[in-house]
């Protein structure tokens, strides 16, 4: 399969624990995205890369969350102490170019119980 | 700051009707226009994607227009089918930015 990949696909953990998710872009895109989803709502921007450069990141990413881009690849989203109200999809996309297609894996479903 | 739109929020058909699903966006400045379909728990599909200069795009029973000037987008489904019934999103990429802006979604369901 040669899509977005995303792990875990499901996680559930307590409150103020720190959570890890992992991003598997399609291989021939630099640019990659993350977003959040909650119930009935559509998809809010989190934070983009463009390789492995941290381009963009919306104020909705508190000091809690951190992005990772190392090598220009896979990315990893970090959320430390986690709250109830961090409970939702994150959402994981990328694209070829500027204005190109984005295309999206499967998501990590995040309960913080 | 773009705010992006979507009417009905919910809409129930019969099968065989062809439907039309509304987006609208408040800042002309777009980039493109992307059309999504999202399964109930899964990731999005990639529907179609106009670009700003584009009017429209086809794929199969799915047509989107674009009318940029006015803010307006719609998604036209001919002859749907229950295995259409999902969630449909708009999204708009602006020309000062690296982001998706998305609406809220049509949650669509196709009766047999």
């Known amino acids: 399969d040669t899509g977005v990949s995303q792990n875990p696909r499901h996680k559930i953990t307590k409150r103020g624990q720190n959570v890890t998710f992992r991003c598997d872009p399609i291989s021939e895109h630099n640019r990659l995205y993350w977003y959040r989803q909650t119930l009935g709502q559509g998809p809010e921007f989190l934070t983009y890369?463009?390789?492995?450069?941290?381009?963009?990141k919306s104020r909705l990413l508190s000091d809690r969350f951190s992005a990772e881009r190392p090598k220009g690849s896979f990315s990893t989203l970090e959320i430390q102490r986690t709250e109830q109200g961090d409970s939702a999809m994150y959402l994981c996309a990328s694209s070829a170019g500027q204005g190109n297609e984005q295309f999206f894996g499967p998501g990590t479903r995040l309960t913080v119980l | 700051k773009q705010e992006v739109t979507q009417i009905p929020a919910a809409l129930s058909v019969p099968e065989g009707e062809n439907l039309v699903l509304n987006c609208s966006f408040t800042d002309s400045a777009i980039y493109n226009l992307q059309w999504f379909r999202q399964d109930p728990g899964k990731g999005l599909t990639s529907l179609l994607l106009i670009q700003s200069s584009q009017r429209e795009q086809t794929s199969g029973r799915l047509n989107a227009s674009l009318d940029k000037s006015s803010g307006r987008s719609t998604l036209y489904i001919a002859a749907s089918q229950p295995g259409d019934s999902a969630t449909y999103l708009c999204a708009v990429w602006m020309d000062s930015s690296y982001k998706l802006i998305f609406g809220s979604g049509t949650r669509l369901l196709v009766r047999p």
């Open positions: 890369f463009q390789n492995e450069a941290q381009l963009e």
